[in-house]
């Protein structure tokens, strides 16, 4: 099975199943000259921003939580690699405090696909759903949490813990 034609586990969260079913192609329409090509409200499926990582419902998660943007620090030899790759890497944190959620998004083509599922294994991360589309990392010593890999679409996208998989924005995935 290729890395594009997997759909996504129901089990992980209706967020993620609807997401590749909200997106749409580019317009058709070219616009006028004096267009501002940076004043669209929707980044584009191929370059998303930290600001854009997240689904409004996360952004909302991450103030209620108290966290901030804030430097990333890759401890994660997955994530590191990533970066390494090119992914545009977000962290969050909260002031005065170790809690930080830090994501990695590197665009990766059907080609490139088998490179990062062996990747994953050799980081000892683990296909929690059997899909192919969720990879739970090994748990971090001190917390007892590990980090998860979603693979969907064009797109993987590491998180340093699970809670937020299900707040990717639909763009993002």
């Known amino acids: 099975m290729t890395f594009s034609s997997r759909s996504l586990p129901l089990i992980v969260v209706p967020v993620l199943a609807l997401a590749l079913s909200g997106c749409t192609g580019p317009s058709q329409e070219t616009p006028p000259p004096s267009a501002d090509p940076s004043a669209s409200s929707q980044p584009s499926p191929s370059h998303v921003e930290c600001d ?3 689904s409004p419902e996360g952004t909302a998660k991450l103030a ?54 062996t990747a994953l294994v050799e980081a000892d991360y683990v296909d929690s759903t059997g899909t192919g589309t969720l990879y739970t990392g090994p748990a971090e010593a001190g917390s007892g949490v590990g980090p998860v890999v979603v693979a969907t679409g064009d797109r993987i996208t590491f998180l340093s813990t699970p809670a937020y998989a299900e707040l990717l924005a639909q763009h993002a995935i």
Do not use: N
């Open 64 to 117: 209620a939580d108290g966290l901030e943007p804030t430097e990333p620090q890759l401890f994660d030899a997955f994530a590191t690699r990533m970066a390494d790759a090119g992914a545009i890497a977000c962290a969050w944190g909260k002031p005065d405090t170790d809690l930080v959620l830090t994501a990695v998004q590197l665009p990766v083509s059907d080609a490139e696909w088998s490179e990062w599922e």
């Open 52 to 54: 854009d990582l997240l």
